[in-house]
C-alpha cells in the first residue's frame, strides 16, 4: 500500500480541534479528506445559534457522517454557558438518586443536542479516591465506587435518550496526584484493587449502553508498566474482555503533556491505534494532527498496524456516526 492511500485509511480515526470561532483551511482540508470528528472548546462557540451555524458550516464541508463532540460535564469543565443552563458538578449532584441523576442527563443532554453536537464526552466515571488529585476531584460523583457506578449509569441513560455518552478516563485517573495534562501520572495498584475501585464504575457504564469510553495516560504497573493505558494492549484488552465494552474507544488528546513529551504524538497513536483504540483525539494543532496521520500511515505500510485493525475502527465509528451523527 502507498502512503498516500495508508492516509486516506487511516485519516478517518481522528477527531481534531482547531483554534477560533472560524475554521482554518487546514481544518477544513483535513475535514473534507476525512478525519470522522472535531471537538469544539470555549475557543471555538459563543451563541447557541452561532454554534450551530459553525456545527452546520463544519459538517458541509465532510463527505460523510462528521461527530462533533464537546467536554459539557457540568461543574468546572463547562465549554457552553451563554443562553444554556449551568449545570453543578458531578460531585453536587452526588447525594441525588438515580432518578434525579437520569433525569439531569437527559436535560444536559438535550441542551447539548440543541446546540448541534452529537457526543457529549462525559461523564466523568473516574472514582475521587485521592484528595490531592489536581484534576479530577469535583469533576467525580463520590470517593464511592459504588455510588460513582450508579450514578455515573444513571447519568449515561438520561444522556444517551439525547446523544452519545463518553465514559471517562479508563482505567481511572481518580487516585492519581498529578495532572496527565502536564505530566505522566503512574498508579501501583494490583489488579485485585483495579477490579474493587476502578473499574466499577466502566463496568456500570457499559451496562448502562454508553457509546464511548475515553481512555487515560496513566500508566498502571499491573497493567503494562512504563505505558499509559491510551497506548496499552493489556489495558484495552481489559476494557474490551472483562469490562465488556465493543463501542467506540477514543483517546484522551494526544497533545497532552503526558504523551507529547514522553512518547510523541505520532508514535503514541500508532501505539494506541495498535492497542485497540479507535478515534483519536488531537485537539489543538496542525502540526501534531499531519504528525499523528504520518505515525498511522507509516505504521500501515510496514505493518505494525494490520489493515483490519483500521477496518475494525472504522466499523465502530461508522456505527456510532449512524446512530448519533445529524446531517447538516
Known sequence: MRASEAEDLVRPLLWIGFDGKIPPPETAKLIHQGVSGVILFVRNVGTRDETRA???????????????????????????????ERFPSLREIGAKSAAEVRAIGRRLGAQVRDAGFDIDLAPVVDVDSNPANPVIGERSFSRDPAVV?????????????????????????????????????RLPHALDRLRACELVPF?????????????????????????????????????????????????????????????????????????????????????????VIDALAAAVVDGRIPESRIHEARGRLARLAARHARGV
Open 149 to 185: 457506578a450508579e450514578l455515573g449509569a444513571a447519568m449515561i441513560a438520561g444522556l444517551e435518550e439525547e446523544l452519545a455518552a463518553c465514559a471517562k478516563h479508563f482505567p481511572g485517573h481518580g487516585d492519581t496526584d498529578k495532572d496527565s495534562h502536564y505530566d505522566l501520572p
Open 203 to 291: 463496568k456500570a457504564a457499559v451496562r448502562a449502553g454508553v457509546s464511548c469510553v475515553m481512555t487515560t495516560h496513566v500508566v498502571f504497573d499491573a497493567l503494562d508498566p512504563g505505558v499509559a493505558a491510551t497506548m496499552s494492549a493489556p489495558s484495552i484488552s481489559l476494557l474490551r474482555g472483562e469490562v465488556g465494552f465493543d463501542g467506540v474507544c477514543v483517546s484522551d488528546c494526544l497533545e497532552m503533556k503526558a504523551i507529547s513529551e514522553h512518547f510523541g504524538s505520532g508514535k503514541a497513536a500508532a501505539r494506541a491505534v495498535a492497542a485497540g483504540v479507535d478515534a483519536l483525539l488531537v485537539c489543538h494543532t496542525h502540526e501534531a494532527q499531519h504528525e
Open 54 to 84: 459553525l456545527i452546520k458550516e463544519l459538517k458541509s464541508i465532510a463527505p460523510g457522517p462528521l461527530l462533533l463532540s464537546v467536554d459539557q460535564e457540568g461543574g468546572r469543565v463547562t465549554r457552553r454557558t451563554e443562553g444554556f
